[in-house]
């Protein structure tokens, strides 16, 4: 009867387990998922964006109006967004255990010295840095996942904002140490 309690605790102990990896792959599915709804809705802004140049650019042309300034403005919301698109990629890839080549964007395993597409050499980078620049980018997504979609291009400004002090405060730690 003692070998088949010790059976049936061993079982106990692996259906916990297993329970547990089930969970953690499926927080990681939705997580991943959440963000990729975010990407997308980025994608859409970015589409209409181009549309609004494309059409002030039209008139612009057609009416010889000058419109430089509005059509600077689209120029640099488009460029922001596409900013915010790729740390949203970023942080999918970093989910699903990849990284994304800064030359040709191919995504690649984590582990990967170099890109197998363009050869790219990845330079190490310091470990904790990148997790405080991943936890802020996770938060911002959020915030931007439950927003409106107007308020998710605010959002995403925020966040490259607080990344872009967070990566230069982590690269003067990096020089400094």
Request: with cysteine; net charge negative; hydrophobic share 40%.
């Given at each position: 009867m003692k070998n088949f309690d010790t059976i049936i605790g061993d079982v106990k102990?692996?259906?916990?387990?297993?329970?547990?990896?089930v969970s953690k792959k499926a927080a990681m599915l939705y997580d991943a998922s959440?963000?990729?709804?975010?990407?997308?809705?980025?994608?859409?802004?970015?589409?209409k964006k181009l549309?609004?140049?494309?059409?002030?650019?039209?008139?612009?042309?057609?009416?010889?109006?000058d419109l430089a300034e509005d059509i600077a403005k689209v120029v640099e919301e488009i460029t922001e967004l596409?900013?915010?698109l790729a740390i949203v990629e970023a942080h999918i890839a970093s989910i699903k255990n990849?990284?994304?080549?800064?030359?040709?964007?191919?995504?690649?395993?984590?582990?990967?010295?170099?890109?197998n597409i363009c050869g790219h050499k990845f330079e190490d980078e310091p470990e904790e840095p990148v997790k405080e620049i991943a936890e802020t980018?996770?938060?911002?997504?959020?915030?931007?996942?439950?927003a409106k979609p107007d308020?998710?291009?605010?959002?995403a400004q925020k966040a490259?904002?607080?990344?872009s002090e967070d990566a230069e405060e982590s690269v003067k730690a990096a020089d400094e140490a």
């Open positions: 102990v692996n259906a916990k387990a297993a329970a547990s990896v959440k963000h990729r709804i975010s990407a997308e809705t980025i994608k859409r802004s970015i589409g549309i609004e140049l494309g059409k002030l650019t039209y008139k612009a042309t057609t009416q010889d109006i596409k900013q915010n990849q990284k994304i080549c800064p030359e040709c964007e191919n995504k690649v395993t984590k582990e990967s010295s170099f890109c980018v996770e938060e911002a997504v959020e915030e931007a996942v439950e308020e998710i291009v605010v959002a490259v904002a607080e990344i």
